[in-house]
Nanobody, 123 residues
Framework: VQLQASGGGLVQAGGSLRLSCATS????????MGWFRQVPGKEREFVAG????????NYADSVKGRFTISRDRNKNLVYLQMNSLRPEDTAVYYC?????????????????WGQGTLVTVSS
């Protein structure tokens, strides 16, 4: 089972990036998916989550109104559109598959993790 995150890079403050997460090895069409991020020395934190059918999403307060999570169940893809990026958004971003059908905000609710993609926002 693999989750492959991509789309990270260097962007100026105010810019946009779109992260993608491709899953393989099994289908997660009945599982919620989430994005987390981590900076060195800090714990991994929840960014956004989406329910199994895409009908429900939730976001960390710090990204509400700027980030949008979506999924294509047929293609086994999950996206994170990030707009109005800020230097404090700089982190390694991880996609994850939840144990259940609705996305929680805790790391322990997710069983499968991608390798992470680095997002750097310059001021």
């Amino acid at each position: 089972v693999q989750l492959q995150a991509s789309g990270g890079g260097l962007v100026q403050a105010g810019g946009s990036l779109r992260l993608s997460c491709a899953t393989s090895g099994r289908t997660f069409s009945n599982n919620a998916m989430g994005w987390f991020r981590q900076v060195p020395g800090k714990e991994r934190e929840f960014v956004a989550g989406i329910s199994w059918n895409g009908g429900r999403t939730n976001y960390a307060d710090s990204v509400k109104g700027r980030f949008t999570i979506s999924r294509d169940r047929n293609k086994n893809l999950v996206y994170l559109q990030m707009n109005s990026l800020r230097p404090e958004d700089t982190a390694v971003y991880y996609c994850a598959a939840a144990r259940g059908s609705y996305s929680g905000i805790f790391v322990g609710e997710y069983d499968y993790w991608g390798q992470g993609t680095l997002v750097t926002v310059s001021s």
